[in-house]
């Protein structure tokens, strides 16, 4: 069959099914290609070859005994290391975790598991999932498979360039600002951020609670639909989960041109288009807007003014949970201590100081200064003042569109240093990806072209809040138009 | 200068659920160190809390029981600082929104009763125990997180205590409500019920508060007490000699009985609070708060109130009864075995009483159930056995845990009532008084129970009383 790596999930798992393949085959293609260039991309903290072939045998023994399999059986997918796996190390890219080993699996390991899927490493990501191009990893760098010299954008920078270089076949992240979107627009793929509460967060280290949200890569939109139908659903150990089932399964919806009826309704923020849009997005995303028209839907311009707070509002709320959230990494129960200190407050000083890297720490000063006595009206409480503002502008808004068009990033994949030095400028990567997270709606990144270097663009469909099924039924739609790379 | 004191108490008591408030782990205490934990309770990073509805159903019961409002929506919050027995690094609590709010616990002191109101109820989670080995070589602190997530209420009271006495009382009430409504053991030996105190005086008419301070590490409630005595004398001390108190966190040094100042680094003024973003705000439906209100149990002060109507006993009789729920139950009991309230509330108090403080043993300890006591003073009443016997059964019972007809037939403890038998007793007692006769018989007729007395003696306590006081009577004249 040859490159089988390069394949969709949802084509493998008709070969699989068939037996035309084995999934140690599969495994064996992917783990082949992590071993070709899994080094020079720095793609994996991790790899699980061992227990990824185990697996696979095990689901080939199923399919050959006719026994029932998984929705995923046989299928590689990479996780990044944030989400706990009982007894494999789980860093989050943080030295001050680089001996955790997690006693238990978090749920989504846990459901893909019961999938069937081929859990094959642990990806690269920025330090605690902070940072918009996986250079804040105390693993170094993860590198744009497109053009290694290029960021694959972050923070889920290590499971989006696993799927582009064909290391894996799906991939989940996690998108806490854009974390999953924004990484999928620089590295030409497919990315989707579930509502928040479809994914359980049971077993994802927090870095900021209330907008986290595991969210899954793939090639296209119907791959995403078929692992967010297996990582979604009710969890009695995460009290934010919501108890609706967002995916019908089985699905048969995704034949064709999925059905989207013609008076579906597009709504184009002019928010979106202002400043600081590289003028090549700005082209890719508006013809792209271009043949939803003509192919006869509706699309119209629409306001949400609060949108221009969204990342003085995110950025105060993120920080303000993590430097809560990150509290627990003290040197007292587990991950990192350092040897040299002479009473407990400077141990907790020390072990901070030399754990963290400088990302985290900034964020961590952030986050403790928005919350203290003094400025927590007039950062936090503001902010989520602003918030609810926005909650409502959208709510408002999807009682005349039943989705939003955009582009997912500014612009393509930026170079390797070129906006360490700025954090804002790294921040400003995030302006059309946060507002989703503080409102808590479900949005995909697709692909939309590329620019004249060749970097892959994206597009971003944002629905309300639980219309998850058709945000993927609409970026069906919209591959189906012709989108290439 | 003559001051008044205003004290105001934060308690933390410790509710009776079996299991933790976010995690699934036991409270049980007592069980090895760090063996009732959970990656939830231990706070390992990606762990998310669950809140456990009984914690919810107790720390409501507790707020009917003080007659406070419960409000329909109230939200978590995380109170964060560092320590190695908080894993997460913060604790969570409630702050701008609690549980429950108003309400006041009924106080009495000196015969007087008087309402002190309550701020607010909350509910949060305990935090670990840290252990310092002393000496020379040791160079390390233990921690202990079995209490971690051990769901707590937070009752706050008014600044409306007067008087460390009145403290005293009030934390006495507040034990009974608690204790009544099942809620929480409330012992504060066992670590059950914590209390932190703050105190402030001013003059004597004056409206505005002094300087307060916050007093904590007080082991019993008699330490609350001589704690807060301590203090507003020393703060009197310091106005009076035209100082000013700081406000500031004192620790009660059992040992010396003195308070000092917490170390600066062992705590902090800024808790960062904010909503808990891993827990939805917690909303009561009316449903369920009556679901809670119809399984509130008959509160303590009323039950006093009805012992007194009903069955006609002192203040002081109805009080002590009514100090412990199982207590209260027993009397209650073993009055509709033997309806006889008086006698039975003598029994309790005294004898029921003794043989508890004897054994330091709760009234569930005791060998002797209520339909047992009612039996043996059934006994009594029907003369079958004297007082001294029935005490010495009684007795029998609590070391042995028979029933009053074992001890009895046991002990051969039978009343002699042949008329027969008792007059030789009584007429051998006579002739050993004669100048005891003389005088009784010179109209000193109190003398009366002295030759019982001495009858029953001589019978080795066996003699019928009201018998033989008959028969002295008729040897001797009325």
């Not at chain 1, 808004?397 to 906006?419: I, M, N, R, Y």
């Not at chain 2, 109230?74 to 190695?84: E, G, H, L, T």
Request: glycine share 8%; aromatic share 8%.
């Amino acid at each position: 069959m040859g490159e089988l790596n390069r394949k969709k999930a949802w084509e493998l798992l008709s070969l699989l099914d068939t037996k035309e393949i084995s999934a140690v085959e599969l495994t064996q293609s992917c783990l082949a290609e992590i071993d070709r260039s899994g080094k020079k991309l720095n793609s994996f903290i991790t790899v699980l070859s061992d227990s990824a072939l185990e697996k696979a045998r095990e689901v080939d023994v199923k399919r050959s005994k006719g026994l029932p399999v998984g929705r995923l059986a046989g299928v590689p997918v990479a996780v990044k290391d944030i989400l706990c796996t009982k007894g494999v190390r789980t860093t989050c890219g943080s030295r001050i975790l680089q001996n955790f080993f997690p006693p238990y699996d978090a749920t989504v390991i846990r459901k893909l598991k019961e999938a069937d899927a081929v859990v094959i490493g642990k990806t690269n990501m920025d330090e605690f999932a902070m940072g918009s191009s996986t250079e804040h990893s105390a693993f170094g760098p993860t590198l744009n498979p497109i053009d290694p010299a290029r960021v694959p954008g972050g923070s889920s920078g290590g499971s989006a360039a696993a799927v582009t270089a064909h290391q894996t076949i799906l991939a989940l992240g996690t998108d806490t600002g854009g974390s999953v979107r924004q990484p999928a627009s620089l590295c030409g793929i497919a990315g989707f951020r579930p509502t928040y509460g479809a994914v359980s967060r049971y077993g994802l280290v927090a870095f900021a609670s209330s907008l986290d949200q595991i969210s899954p890569f793939a090639k296209d939109a119907r791959d995403l639909w078929l692992i967010s139908d297996v990582i979604s659903g009710h969890d009695r150990r995460d009290s934010t989960s919501i108890p609706e089932r967002l995916f019908d399964y089985p699905y048969s919806g995704f034949k064709g041109k999925a059905g989207l009826p013609k008076t579906t309704r597009f709504g184009i923020p002019k928010e979106f288009w202002g400043e600081g849009l590289a003028p090549e997005v700005r082209e890719a995303v508006r013809g792209t807007i271009d043949k939803v028209s003509k192919a006869g839907y509706e699309v119209e311009e629409v306001s949400l003014p609060a949108l221009s707070a969204g990342i003085a509002v995110y950025y105060i709320i993120c920080t303000a949970e993590a430097s809560s959230n990150l509290a627990r990494y003290d040197g007292v129960k587990y991950g990192v201590r350092v040897n040299d200190y002479a009473d407990l407050f400077e141990m907790y000083a020390k072990t901070r100081a030399a754990g963290f890297g400088a990302e985290v720490k900034r964020r961590i000063i952030l986050g403790t200064y928005v919350l203290s006595a003094g400025y927590y009206d007039a950062y936090y409480l503001k902010a989520q003042k602003v918030r609810a503002v926005m909650k409502k502008e959208f709510a408002e808004v999807f009682k005349k569109v039943d989705f939003l068009l955009g582009p997912t990033t500014p612009s393509a994949a930026f170079k390797l240093g070129e906006k360490t030095d700025d954090p804002l400028e790294m921040y400003l990567n995030d302006i059309y990806t946060v507002p989703v997270n503080l409102v808590g709606v479900p949005a995909v990144s697709i692909p939309c072209g590329k620019n004249r270097e060749g970097l892959p663009m994206g597009l971003q469909i944002i629905g309300p809040q639980k219309k998850d099924e058709i945000v993927l039924k609409a970026a069906i739609m919209l591959e189906s138009l012709g989108i290439k790379l | 200068m003559e001051y008044e004191s205003v004290i105001g108490l934060e308690v933390h008591a410790q509710l009776d659920t079996a299991a933790k408030i976010f995690c699934g782990c036991s409270t049980e205490f007592g069980a090895e160190g760090n063996s009732q934990t959970c990656p939830i309770c231990l706070g390992m990073p990606g762990v998310l809390p669950v809140l456990n509805k009984r914690a919810v159903e107790l720390a409501l019961r507790s707020i009917l029981a003080v007659g406070g409002q419960v409000q329909p929506k109230s939200i978590f919050a995380r109170k964060n600082y560092f320590y190695p027995d908080l894993p997460k690094g913060y604790q969570i609590s409630q702050y701008e929104r609690p549980l429950g709010t108003g309400g006041s616990v009924t106080v009495h002191l000196d015969g007087l009763a008087k309402r002190v109101g309550i701020t607010r109820i909350h509910l949060e989670e305990d935090a670990g125990k840290s252990f310092h080995p002393e000496g020379r070589a040791i160079e390390y602190s233990l921690v202990d997180v079995n209490r971690c997530g051990v769901p707590l209420i937070e009752i706050v009271s008014e600044p409306e205590i007067r008087s460390p006495e009145e403290a005293y009382a009030y934390l006495v009430a507040l034990k009974q409500i608690l204790q009544y409504t099942e809620v929480s053991r409330a012992d504060m030996e066992k670590g059950k019920l914590r209390c932190d105190a703050n105190v402030s005086v001013r003059p004597k008419g004056q409206k505005e508060f002094g300087t307060k301070t916050e007093l904590k590490n007080m082991n019993s409630f008699r330490a609350v007490q001589k704690a807060l005595e301590v203090e507003i004398a020393r703060q009197i001390k310091i106005i009076d000699s035209g100082g000013k108190v700081v406000q500031e966190t004192l620790l009660w040094d059992e040992d010396r009985q003195a308070v000092a100042p917490m170390r600066a680094k062992e705590f902090s003024d800024d808790y960062r609070y904010f909503p808990e973003p891993d827990l939805l705000p917690l909303e009561v439906s009316m449903d369920w708060l009556e679901s809670v209100r119809k399984g509130l149990p008959e509160l303590p002060e009323a039950r006093r109130r009805r012992f007194i109507e009903v069955f006609s006993l002192s203040d002081y009789d109805a009080s002590l009864l009514t100090s412990e729920r199982a207590i209260a139950d027993y009397y209650e009991t073993a009055v509709g075995l033997y309806p006889n309230p008086k006698m039975v509330a003598n029994w309790i108090n005294v004898e029921v009483f003794r043989f508890l403080k004897e054994k330091k043993i709760f009234i569930d300890d005791l060998k002797v159930p209520a339909a047992e006591l009612a039996a043996l003073l059934k006994k009594l009443d029907s003369s079958s056995l004297s007082n001294t016997m029935a005490k010495e059964v009684l007795a029998a019972m609590v070391e042995t845990g028979k029933t009053v007809e074992a001890v009895v037939a046991q002990k051969g403890l039978v009343q002699e009532s042949d008329e027969a038998v008792l007059d030789g007793w009584v007429r051998e007692v006579i002739s050993a008084f004669p100048k005891q006769r003389e005088s009784y018989k010179a109209g000193k007729k109190q003398l009366l129970g002295f030759f019982v007395g001495e009858t029953v003696k001589k019978s080795g306590g066996k003699a019928n009383p009201k018998l033989v006081s008959t028969l002295v009577k008729k040897h001797l004249g009325e």
